[in-house]
């Protein structure tokens, strides 16, 4: 049977993700888990960080256009190179890499929209240098990089429950704003969908309050004060 890889796509090079990455196929359990995982990085700058820390993967390069399902497993990094120019193995965070990860974030959409995905993951992204205030947060620049735009839902989730916050990347003080009951609905619906296409389950949406306590005797609250 064909299974679907997970499709990583590495994020930030600078950022300590490779670590968590290798920590990650040096448990037992991810070796024999058999959904195959595929990495979006740079080969080279894969290598130089996997051996200052001390690692040792075999490392399966894999052609995009090209890859047999039934090839990939987790005993080898299941690797797609996308070229990047590292002089050093790790370095200070800038914007140099602004387009080493654009590129592999458009290769995982690819893949993904060619149904040759199960599931996109994303290393860190710093807001400061590649979303420059232009996207709030990632979920948003995938929102439209996929053309959903506003229509972009964060559910973290667990087999016994899941929370999704109806905002996302917001100062405290704006939330209040963006609550709307079309909002909750929309998102509600949203999950609904979600819950009964790619899990096959009807799910029990609760919704919580801003305010814990819902209501406030006083014209002028604590809450109140620190918000504004």
């Given at each position: 049977m064909?299974?679907?890889?997970?499709?990583?796509?590495?994020?930030?090079?600078?950022?300590?993700?490779?670590?968590?990455?290798?920590?990650?196929?040096?448990?037992?359990k991810?070796?024999?888990?058999?959904?195959?995982?595929?990495?979006?990085?740079?080969?080279?700058?894969?290598?130089?960080?996997?051996?200052?820390l001390?690692?040792?993967?075999?490392?399966?390069?894999?052609?995009?256009?090209?890859?047999?399902?039934?090839?990939?497993?987790?005993?080898?990094?299941?690797?797609?190179?996308?070229?990047?120019?590292?002089?050093?193995?790790?370095?200070?965070?800038s914007?140099?890499?602004?387009?080493?990860?654009?590129?592999?974030?458009?290769?995982?959409?690819?893949?993904?929209?060619?149904?040759?995905?199960?599931?996109?993951?994303?290393?860190?992204?710093?807001?400061?240098?590649?979303?420059?205030?232009?996207?709030?947060?990632?979920?948003?620049?995938?929102?439209s990089?996929?053309?959903?735009?506003?229509?972009?839902?964060?559910?973290?989730?667990?087999?016994?429950?899941?929370?999704?916050?109806l905002?996302?990347?917001?100062?405290?003080?704006?939330i209040?704003?963006?609550?709307?009951?079309?909002?909750?609905?929309?998102?509600?619906?949203?999950?609904?969908?979600?819950?009964?296409?790619?899990?096959?389950?009807?799910?029990?949406?609760?919704?919580?309050?801003?305010?814990?306590?819902?209501?406030?005797?006083?014209?002028?609250?604590?809450?109140?004060?620190?918000?504004?």
């Open positions: 064909k299974i679907k890889p997970i499709i990583i796509v590495s994020g930030e090079p600078y950022s300590v993700f490779l670590e968590i990455f290798f920590k990650t196929l040096n448990n037992k991810v070796k024999i888990y058999k959904t195959p995982i595929l990495i979006i990085a740079s080969y080279d700058l894969l290598l130089k960080q996997m051996q200052k001390k690692y040792s993967f075999k490392i399966k390069l894999i052609d995009d256009k090209f890859f047999n399902l039934n090839k990939l497993n987790n005993k080898n990094i299941n690797l797609i190179n996308v070229n990047f120019n590292c002089n050093k193995t790790f370095d200070k965070i914007s140099k890499s602004n387009h080493y990860i654009t590129q592999c974030f458009n290769l995982g959409l690819k893949l993904m929209k060619e149904h040759k995905g199960c599931a996109l993951i994303n290393g860190p992204i710093s807001k400061k240098h590649f979303l420059k205030k232009k996207f709030p947060g990632i979920t948003e620049y995938l929102a990089k996929t053309g959903h735009t506003g229509k972009e839902v964060m559910l973290i989730y667990n087999n016994n429950l899941s929370v999704s916050p905002t996302t990347h917001l100062p405290l003080k704006n209040f704003k963006k609550i709307t009951i079309k909002r909750i609905i929309k998102q509600a619906i949203t999950i609904n969908k979600f819950y009964k296409k790619f899990l096959n389950k009807i799910p029990k949406i609760a919704i919580t309050g801003l305010n814990p306590h819902c209501e406030s005797i006083k014209d002028i609250n604590e809450e109140k004060k620190i918000i504004n």
